[in-house]
């Protein structure tokens, strides 16, 4: 299946892949991902076929969790709090299928983006320092906490120390859906 890149415009030239995996207690969960031939655009969402009720994960995170699997949809939100770190949907976000490693390199990747950016010495210290803490979370030094919000549930962090909880109706309201919301005067 071949459509139009949406970057560099050439038709035909965006590839969709997909690739189904079967999650104990989840369910099927297809991972698709488009990449353009042309100029490298790339694209991944994760779509699970049943339906589900909003949830929410909480866990602990050091160096022995990194290998535990995440499934991260586009309409969810990640979260660490002690790093002041946010993950928010949006048009860009996109969802997939990793671990916690590598969950906190997307993290890294993004501060790293933030730090080339910056050029006030406040913000550039303030990245130097998430990297610093992303490292010793990775590497035993540190504990932090990872939470994961979807208001659709196709999210699932897979550790039984995972604690799972449903989203209440406030905690709703606080995220975004990646959907434009009207709220009454
Ligand atoms: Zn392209």
């Known amino acids: 299946m071949k459509s139009d890149c949406p970057v560099c415009k050439v038709k035909?030239?965006?590839?969709?892949k997909t690739k189904i995996e079967e999650i104990p207690y989840f369910g099927e969960v297809m991972e698709s991902t488009v990449?353009?031939?042309e100029c490298?655009?790339?694209?991944?969402?994760?779509i699970c076929l049943e339906a589900k009720k909003p949830v929410k994960y909480t866990l602990k995170i050091g160096k022995d969790k990194m290998n535990k699997r995440v499934v991260k949809s586009q309409s969810s939100t990640i979260t660490i709090p002690e790093l002041g770190l946010k993950v928010e949907p949006g048009p860009q976000?996109?969802?997939f299928v990793s671990n916690i490693e590598g969950i906190l390199d997307r993290f890294k990747k993004a501060v790293e983006t933030a730090l080339s950016w910056s050029e006030d010495e406040e913000s550039k210290s303030n990245a130097n320092r998430i990297l610093e803490d992303l490292e010793e979370i990775r590497?035993?030094?540190k504990q932090a906490t990872l939470i994961l919000e979807d208001p659709f549930g196709h999210s699932l962090i897979e550790d039984k120390d995972a604690?799972?909880?449903e989203l209440s109706s406030d905690d709703m309201k606080e995220l975004k859906t990646g959907f434009i919301t009207f709220e009454k005067e």
């Open 12 to 16: 035909g030239s965006m590839e969709l």
């Open 35 to 37: 990449i353009c031939e």
């Open 40 to 46: 490298g655009f790339k694209h991944s969402d994760v």
């Open 93 to 95: 976000s996109q969802g």
């Open 139 to 141: 590497t035993g030094h």
């Open 163 to 165: 604690v799972k909880s």
